[in-house]
């Protein structure tokens, strides 16, 4: 009787599905009882044994005597996670004699738990969606009852899913029927507790979200404590297009991997993240030994807000640079190399100084003029160039702040934003690029065709404000869109001065 078995399942890198082939060997015959897992297991891989075992014990199944070798193939391929539990488990039963059906059109995965249940896993919406593609009908998959969810926003292939091995035993020797999952088409909450209409005042600071919402430009709030920055920051994932169904794809998969979608099939609203300034390089732009994704992935297709801007260490903003050029991140492990997508607005703030009340009307400053100048000049340089919108917020008055009149609603912000970056994509397509902010110096000059009026307007501005020709692009890049949500056929002077007033401005003392 052979002693063989051989099962299929899959391990991820970042974000692509390896298929693995799990090969079993029992040897009965053995004196010395012993469990040898061979293929480029990581310590997880080497823990399962044992979880294995007692799962296999506490199901009622008995563990076979003997020497059992497990190889997982290819063995050049780095194994991750506990994804491999299942496969292996259901090897050893089959070996055994235990499961005595055919596998072969199966693939399993799902961690073990010591009472034999199976557990939720990571990453098991890209799993589905590279492998659904590739094995249309032929294969079906075993997962986890936990990632319910997630798995029926999956359309076109055969699912189950199993609660503990001991049903998936008695599924798989058709002692019981089970049904594959059906598939849920993904639905978005339409409805958001936190509206634009809820902020009071701050004209200019909610004119520059907007701006920096249809041009996709990155930008910076300076304040006072509770003058609204967070207030405002949270609310701009609304004012963003709408969230497709291909881009909510890609950010949900993202959760997926980091193991952040508690049980739900598919984000639906664009993502806001706010790490906290203490957050290490790895937490904030992904990697750890599993590199796994960090806030700038999960912020994909949505807002990272970054409050206490001046208070991040200097290794996550030198960090942050590339990703903010390239809308994606690659990170290097050992013997991983995982990119993910890392598509974000960012969104800054700051207090003006350390103390937090310069030039606040009811507070003093207790800062000195060096503390000021050094606190501001901390974030200069290269994150600063990727800033293209500048906002200092005054302190709301009494007055405004109980006045009952109430602002746009998000909605009518969001509408006149998609139009703007309708505009856009006619116009960058032939780029490849989707927003104002992504242009370069030469691109800008192609577009922007200033009247004379314009040209002296910016000239005067280069002079008496000391624009270097970066501040200059940017000027032009935020005016552009400004003529963009006016529907305006050319960039007009007045378009430049509101975009003057967006620059980065050194506090007077
Ligand atoms: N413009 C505003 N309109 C309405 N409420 C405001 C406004 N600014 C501040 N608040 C109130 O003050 C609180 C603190 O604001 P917050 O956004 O946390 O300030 P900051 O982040 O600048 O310190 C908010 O939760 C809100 O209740
Ligand atoms: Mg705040």
């Not at 294995?52 to 050049?76: C, E, W």
């Not at 590339?322 to 809308?327: H, K, R, T």
């Not at 690029?433 to 242009?439: A, R």
Request: charged share 30%; net charge neutral.
């Amino acid at each position: 009787m052979s002693h063989y078995s051989k099962v299929k399942s899959v391990t991820m890198q970042g974000l692509k599905a390896i298929e693995i082939l799990v090969e079993v060997d029992l040897d009965k015959k053995a004196i010395l009882q012993d469990v040898d897992i061979v293929g480029l297991g990581d310590t997880v891989i080497k823990e399962s044994k044992k979880r294995i075992k007692s799962a296999l014990k506490n199901s009622g199944f008995s563990f076979p005597n003997g020497r059992i070798t497990v190889n997982l193939a290819p063995s050049d391929v780095k194994k991750e996670g506990s994804y491999l539990d299942l496969p292996i488990a259901v090897g050893i039963l089959k070996a055994n004699g235990i499961i005595n059906s055919s596998t072969d059109n199966y693939i399993f995965f799902g961690e073990l738990g010591l009472d034999g249940s199976v557990r939720k896993i990571r990453g098991v919406l890209p799993v589905l969606l590279q492998l659904s593609g590739k094995h249309a009908a032929a294969v079906k998959f075993i997962l986890p009852t936990e990632n319910t969810h997630e798995a029926s926003t999956v359309e076109g292939i055969e699912i189950y899913t199993v609660k503990d091995i001991r049903e998936l035993v008695l599924m798989l020797n058709g002692d019981i029927q089970k049904s594959p999952l059906s598939y849920v088409e993904p639905t978005f909450e339409a409805t958001d507790s936190e509206d634009f209409s809820d902020i009071k005042g701050q004209e200019f600071a909610k004119r520059a979200a907007e701006i920096a919402a249809a041009g996709g430009h990155n930008l910076l709030l300076r304040g006072s404590p509770g003058c609204g920055k967070t207030m405002l920051a949270r609310r701009m994932p609304g004012i963003l297009p709408s969230f497709t169904l291909e881009e909510a794809m890609e950010t949900t998969i993202i959760y997926s991997v980091a193991g952040l979608l508690n049980g739900k099939g598919l984000v639906t609203k664009r993502p806001f993240r706010a790490p906290h300034h203490t957050a290490s390089t790895t937490s904030i732009i992904g990697g750890g030994s599993d590199a796994k994704p960090g806030e700038i992935s999960l912020a994909h297709n949505g807002i990272l807000f970054m409050d206490e801007f001046p208070e991040f260490r200097r290794d996550v903003l030198e960090a942050l640079r590339q990703p903010l050029e390239d809308g994606e991140v690659t990170i290097s492990r050992a013997k991983i190399s995982a990119t993910y997508p890392a598509r974000f607005m960012l969104v800054a703030a700051q207090n003006p100084c350390p103390c937090g009340w310069y030039g606040d009307k009811t507070h003093e400053c207790t800062c000195s003029w060096h503390e000021i100048k050094r606190y501001n000049k901390k974030t200069s340089g290269p994150i600063e160039d990727r800033i293209d919108i500048f906002v200092d917020m005054p302190r709301l008055e009494f007055s405004e702040y109980s006045s009952v009149k109430s602002g746009e609603s998000t909605k009518t912000i969001r509408e006149r934003v998609e139009r703007a970056r309708k505009r856009q994509n006619l116009r960058l397509k032939k780029y490849k690029i989707f927003s104002n902010s992504q242009l370069n110096h030469r691109q800008l000059e192609e577009i922007v065709d200033l009247d004379s009026e314009g040209k002296k307007l910016l000239e005067a501005a280069v002079d008496k404000l000391k624009l270097t020709g970066r501040s200059i692009d940017k000027i032009l890049k935020v005016a552009l869109t400004i003529s963009d949500i006016e529907e305006e056929k050319h960039v007009f002077p007045r378009h430049l001065a509101e975009a003057i007033q967006y620059r980065k401005r050194e506090l007077s003392f």
